[in-house]
């Protein structure tokens, strides 16, 4: 018979006058003096069971159950009463009269109860079996399941294979930080662990499979964060003789399957389509919210005359003037508007200066006497601001406006309650193919090494802070879901982004030969994208934390509360491996 002939969570009123066994945990025990009653979990939800006196050993044993004790019970599924029927439970129309009860497993005194609010993390974290027993916990991993489960089905159903790569990586250390893996086979040398499959795939495509897509385990070696961790997984894809077009659609219809599938919402498709340089200017942000308006305009023509020195002395000095309407903040005081200024500082910026359109068209603002009633009024109709609303403006070189009012127009949106409900995708595309550090005084490129100029950009040498990259990412309401490009596919191109970044040519042969050898060989115009399966599993879960929705995480710095690594290595450990600590921990 086995330990159960049915899930107690599955059973319904159709099932009334069978006889069942079921098993699980015991989830709440309600003792009313004659009847006991067992709420048991299982996989499938939860049964009430019902032990009555008259059941002699099965009613005694019921006497000393606690919260989480395995059980195997035995009875008759029974209709409940009108007046008892649950309609919280699915399985509230029945109840199972238990006449054998067995105890499989006892639980030790919880460290907390699955059904406390407000339990501190690291102690979940610690005690994640009994975590992962929680509603919300089980319901947050069945959404992933379904999520990946989705993913999978669509992408053979647009004849992708699912294939592998490689865990123990070759090191190439030019972006995040890397985990490095000794091995004892050859001591003093190391392994790295894939920041993400990126050149594998490119092989792959180069190698004639031209749909490949893998749900892929990459690591970072860098800080945690709510939305960011260093283990992680990805939808990976690659195609050849890719047109990102083609692929754009592909994505779009795959995310419209998932909500409908999973969330039962529609989303329309085609997706909207954004530069770069649109949503840096008009949101001050690669990742645009589209949830709510407040969209930032640029007033420096405006300005180029005035008298206010403020405003003029940034003008003058190749800055720009930029600002956001946004309704809602008529009352704040002016302890608000200081908290706002420090807001913007705190992000690099020198403040924030407002104006708010009162009734008849008066401007109130601390800055009104220094502007011209011209100017006044033109700002106003640049930044679309209608009576009510308030302006609010930074001066300041071109990227330091952009690092604040991006920040500032999603504080106040959720400050003010402008942010709306649903699902804003965005195709956001142009990105800049390198950046200039100055402190390094060296390019960086501003995705990765790999991907190839935009149209128009083929010679990103001549004007490298010009160059554009055919790169694209989704945001989905603020956030970046995915990103990828167009590939280098010729080798002569591949060779001058390694030029231009710095990267010598027998730095290049060091680390990306094996690339550089397969560019050469044939390979075709290609590309691809790739998904943080994490952050779309919380997004679709609707949870704050991508804790919520992987099983076993690591904690704030990398530590797992669970299984207390990172842990030392034993010396005869790293003497087998060829090395030496410079700084053993204490």
Known sequence: MGFRTRLGGELRAADAGTRVTVAGWVARRRDHGGLVFVDLRDRAGIVQLVLDPDQGQAHAAAHDLRNEYVVQAEGVVTPRSAETVNPKLPTGEVEIRVDRLEVLSAASVLPFQLDEENVDETLRLHHRYLDLRRDAMRHN????????????????????WELETPILYKSTPE?????????????????????????????????????????????RDEATRADRTQEFTQLDIEMAFLDPEELFGLMETLFVRVWRELLGAEVAAPF???????????????KPDLRFGAEISDVTDL??????????????GGGVVRGLAVPGAMEFS?????????????????????????AGGEIRSPIAKFLSPDELAAIVERCGAAEGDTIFLVADAEEAAVRVLGPL????????????????????????????????????????????????????????????????????????????????????TQSKVFELLGISAERAEQNFSFLLRALAMGAPPHGGIAFGLDRLAMLVAGVDSLREVIAFPKAQGGVDPLTGSPSPATPAALAEMGLRLANPPA
């Open 303 to 316: 300005l180029a005359g005035t008298e206010f020195k403020t405003f003029r002395g940034v003008v003058d």
């Open 141 to 160: 991993l069945w959404t992933r399941f379904r999520l990946t489960q989705i993913i999978r089905r669509h992408m053979e159903d647009n004849e992708f």
């Open 409 to 492: 127009r999603l504080h106040l949106g959720e400050r003010l309650g402008l942010v709306s409900d649903g699902w804003q995708f965005v195709w956001v595309t142009g990105f800049p193919m390198f950046e200039w550090l100055p402190d390094e005084g060296r390019w960086k490129a501003s995705h990765n090494p790999f991907s190839a100029p935009a149209p128009g950009s083929e010679r990103f040498w001549e004007d490298p802070a010009a160059a554009r990259s055919h790169q694209y990412d989704l945001v989905l309401n603020g956030n970046e879901v995915g990103g990828g490009s167009i590939r280098n596919h010729r080798p002569e």
């Open 334 to 358: 002016r302890r608000d508007f200081d908290d706002l200024v420090e807001f913007a500082k705190g992000w690099g910026g020198k403040g924030v200066a407002w104006l708010q359109l009162q």
């Open 175 to 219: 972006g995040a930080k890397e985990f490095l893996v000794p091995t004892s086979s050859r001591p003093g040398q190391f392994y790295a662990l894939p920041q993400s499959p990126q050149t594998f795939k490119q092989l792959y495509a180069i190698a004639g499979y031209e749909r490949y897509y893998q749900i892929a385990r990459c690591f």
């Open 272 to 286: 909207r389509r954004m530069t770069w340089d649109e949503a840096t200017l008009r949101y001050g942000s690669d």
